[in-house]
């Protein structure tokens, strides 16, 4: 008995327990309404201060705003029956502040084709912008602007190879062109690849669900210590706005190929100094054989030295099969594109370790890289 009217007892306390503090969270809130005359505004319920991620959130785009830049473009059309000239505008997006010098970074996508650049500050102010380089390869093109004294500070550029997927990252741009827009996320997926433009394709891409939207290409993708981690570049969307699948250049990419476009207005990854392509890629997989064809050696480059033989014609017609390459420092080669992205990862002077596929046997040559031409 003692035990069947305890429950009911407990039942009560506990929604009295309930109905107070209803009554003391609700009354205040009750006589800031009925306290309030007719037609007159609300009163202003205070809060307290912001969470502390909110408030990192918005010191890190404040520190980076104005280092974001919008390009718009414009391409040059010829009238065919008046054969006067004139700009129209061609499309938009973003791009930042690479160095002192007045650089600015963004997508190869979004200034090919056009005639004419105009990069304007997060200050409102506006700069005719010249070419520097691009490497389509990447979807990587630099610009430079005089902004005199008063240009923006760069971007803190941090590294990329270092990435962990469910890390936090942070997407400013212009999409749609609305003006230097956050948008938040994480990291979803590492050493994605996409088709390229010209039948390339691009390797290595950070993948993330931060909203990146038509407008966004050329933007920075940043890590929660506000440094540069990559540029956003493409979406995976079948209605062409974001579905939470972005991608973007790797920093480390980057700061790769931006430096030599600055330097020579190309990018040139290292090379053998052999040549290689799809059609051998063809006739190996016709032999059953997986590696990339040494078609050609250039005399006096880094494969010559090291001794590798190319395919020739036979006196008879016939294809004499030269070197494979079958691995570089461990990795296997299964083509002609797996050797691109491997050199790609190297620098002129790394001495890299080749396998080679040299008739029935296997055999391993080091080889100083060159430069690219």
């Known amino acids: 008995m003692a035990k069947d009217g305890f429950l009911p007892r407990l039942a009560l306390v506990t929604l009295a327990a309930m109905l107070v503090v209803l009554v003391w969270r609700g009354v205040p809130l009750l006589e800031a309404v009925l306290g309030s005359p007719p037609g007159e505004p609300r009163a202003i319920l205070p809060r307290g201060d912001l969470a502390s991620s909110e408030q990192t959130t918005i010191a890190l785009f404040e520190g980076a705003r104005d280092s974001v830049?919008?390009?718009?473009?414009?391409?040059?059309?010829?009238?065919?029956?008046?054969r006067n000239a004139y700009d129209v505008p061609r499309g938009s997006g973003s791009g930042f502040?690479?160095?002192?010098?007045?650089?600015?970074?963004?997508?190869?996508?979004v200034i090919e084709g056009a005639t004419r650049a105009l990069v304007r500050l997060a200050d409102g102010r506006a700069y005719p912008a010249r070419l520097v380089g691009t490497a389509p390869e990447h979807d990587l093109a630099v610009l430079r602007i005089d902004a005199g004294a008063e240009q923006p500070l760069p971007l803190a550029v941090g590294i990329s190879k270092d990435l962990q997927v469910g890390q936090s990252v942070f997407a400013i741009g212009n999409p749609f062109g609305l003006?230097?827009?956050?948008?938040?996320?994480?990291?979803s997926a590492l050493d994605r690849q996409l088709p390229g433009q010209r039948g390339a394709v691009i390797r290595g891409l950070i993948?993330?669900?931060?909203?990146?939207?038509?407008?966004?290409?050329g933007g920075p993708l940043l890590d929660s210590a506000g440094r540069l981690i990559g540029v956003n570049t493409a979406i995976y969307s079948p209605s062409g706005s974001?579905?939470?699948?972005?991608?973007?250049?790797?920093?480390?990419t980057v700061n790769r190929v931006?430096?030599?476009l600055i330097a020579t207005g190309r990018y040139a990854p290292p090379t053998l100094g052999v040549a290689h392509d799809p059609r051998g890629d063809a006739m190996l997989a016709r032999a059953g054989i997986s590696g990339a064809m040494v078609l050609d050696v250039t005399p006096g480059g880094p494969a010559d030295a090291a001794g590798l033989r190319a395919a020739r014609i036979t006196p008879d017609g016939r294809l004499s099969l030269g070197d494979v390459i079958v691995s570089l420092d461990g990795a296997p080669i299964g083509g002609s594109d797996d050797l691109r992205a491997a050199l790609d990862q190297r620098q002129?002077?790394?001495?890299?370790?080749?396998?080679?596929?040299?008739?029935?046997?296997?055999?391993e040559v080091t080889v100083t890289l060159a430069a690219g031409m």
């Open 69 to 82: 830049v919008s390009i718009t473009t414009e391409s040059r059309v010829v009238d065919f029956w008046t």
């Open 97 to 109: 502040i690479w160095d002192a010098r007045g650089h600015v970074v963004t997508n190869n996508h």
């Open 179 to 187: 003006d230097w827009t956050l948008t938040t996320g994480i990291v």
């Open 207 to 217: 993948q993330t669900d931060a909203a990146i939207n038509p407008g966004n290409s």
């Open 242 to 252: 974001s579905a939470g699948i972005g991608f973007a250049v790797p920093v480390d």
């Open 258 to 260: 931006v430096p030599q």
């Open 348 to 363: 002129a002077g790394d001495a890299v370790t080749l396998g080679i596929r040299r008739g029935d046997r296997r055999i």
